[in-house]
């Protein structure tokens, strides 16, 4: 067993609202923080600290860092890594934590900067960014290299050293295209973390549908070289294209492949039992189906049909499962109501707001307070557009200063 580690960032509330045709509220934002920070997921990349609409988002999940309501989970922002941005980012949101970004391929420094920026130009623009980030006293700091994979070696060797030199704290290597295949993302973040010797963030596309075996080849090829890992996830998979690495898949490779399980360690507190709840709730936010063979949490994934199958099943599990349903957080029956249903939204008035709350067990001290937790549900959901699930409706009664600050927008 390695003494180094493999720490999940989730970035499904940066990676995976950037999905094309497809978003989360703020308020579904904040529930998947506290989703990933229950499961015990390391770190979740919340946002956008200079884009106008994020602010009060990002403000209002600092106050619940603050208040110990997100916690342990580290929250960071995503900033491009230039000096104005983390200027701008300090001066807008409380954000503790950034991962500055730029790109490093020949590629991209030509086809984006268009002949105005040299690659030497690129290292001074990060530099001086993880100066001024250090400056300002941020806890930590992350260099991403985006386009990593379409970079050569000795340059992004330089970049990486540079960052760190500069006192970065990770190195996130983007593949952006999902160009590497598992093989030669090994050998390349073998390469750079033993000549750079700093943890290794593994930010990987699934273009070519080989997400999930890159991610774990790059951590494992981070933690061969003596470097802690950090795999980039999103809930579901969503994503950019054809998405990011998926966070449950993501843990099952890790926990129950040959070559990992037992040899490489997972950070210790990931609570796998929360895959079913946490994949349900993101494929309600982004109106998106589990596909039915996912990983895990598909429909299909422990359902055997075929006579050998189902017969082997049935004699013992361990014959055509590698893990069992329970460690996900399924097999618990779930209510649905197939009866009368009083919905609390937009419209509604507090006699049904009342019953609503009523099953939920949740009481009000006067009308007032009844009242006011009213007004933000209604709120709620002209901003979700989708009926409050549960968790929400009591996120709302729980932490009613903190969801007004989060539905509050002014452009
Ligand atoms: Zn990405």
């Known amino acids: 067993m390695k003494n180094n580690k493999i720490y999940i960032i989730d970035v499904t509330n940066r990676d995976g609202v950037q999905t094309a045709k497809l978003g989360l509220a703020k308020l579904q ?39 110990g309501v997100l916690k342990p989970i580290i929250l960071n922002g995503w900033v491009r890594a230039i000096k104005e941005d983390v200027k701008k980012a300090c001066e807008m949101t409380n954000v503790e934590n950034l991962n500055l970004s730029i790109s490093t391929s020949e590629q991209m420094t030509n086809g984006k900067f268009l002949g105005n920026k040299t690659r030497d130009d ?30 050569d070696m000795p340059y992004l060797i330089k970049f990486a050293k540079a960052a760190k030199d ?27 973390a033993s000549e750079v010797k700093l943890p290794i963030e593994l930010h990987c596309h699934n273009d070519l549908g080989m997400v999930i075996a890159c991610s774990v080849a790059g951590a494992k090829a981070a933690i061969d070289a003596g470097c802690d890992a950090y795999i980039n996830t999103t809930v579901n998979g969503m994503g950019e ?34 895959a079913w709840k946490i994949g349900k709730y993101a494929s309600y936010a982004f109106k998106v189906p589990i596909p039915i063979n996912h990983p895990g949490i598909g429909t299909n994934a422990f359902a055997h049909e075929s006579g050998i199958h189902a017969d082997g099943a049935l004699k ?96």
């Open 122 to 151: 690129i290292l001074l623009l990060m530099t001086d960014a993880v100066d001024f980030a250090r400056k300002k006293k941020l806890k930590i700091v992350g260099v991403n290299a985006e386009d990593a994979s379409r970079t």
């Open 166 to 192: 500069h006192g970065a704290d990770r190195i996130r290597y983007c593949d952006t295209l999902g160009y590497d295949d598992p093989f030669t993302i090994y050998k390349r973040i073998k390469i750079l």
């Open 29 to 67: 934002k904040t529930m998947i923080n506290i989703f990933l920070n229950d499961m015990g997921i390391y770190g979740s990349e919340f946002g956008f600290p200079v884009t106008r609409h994020e602010t009060n988002y990002l403000n209002a999940n600092m106050e619940l860092v603050k208040t």
């Open 241 to 274: 294209r054809a998405g990011n690495a998926d966070l449950v898949s993501i843990i099952l490779a890790i926990k129950y492949s040959s070559g990992f399980s037992g040899k490489y360690q997972l950070d210790e507190r990931v609570k796998l039992n929360h």
């Open 316 to 411: 013992d599990r361990r014959n055509y499962e590698l893990y069992d349903f329970e460690e996900l957080g399924r097999g618990e029956p779930e209510l649905i109501e197939t009866g009368r249903q009083i919905i609390a939204g937009e419209y509604s008035g507090i006699k049904g707001f009342r019953n609503v709350y009523d099953k939920l067990e949740i009481k009000f001290k006067d009308d007032k307070e009844a009242a006011n937790i009213l007004e933000l549900v209604r709120y709620a959901n002209v901003h979700t557009q989708q009926p409050l699930t549960h968790d929400e409706l009591r996120f709302i009664a729980k932490y009613p200063e903190i969801a007004r600050k989060i539905f509050t927008m002014t452009p």
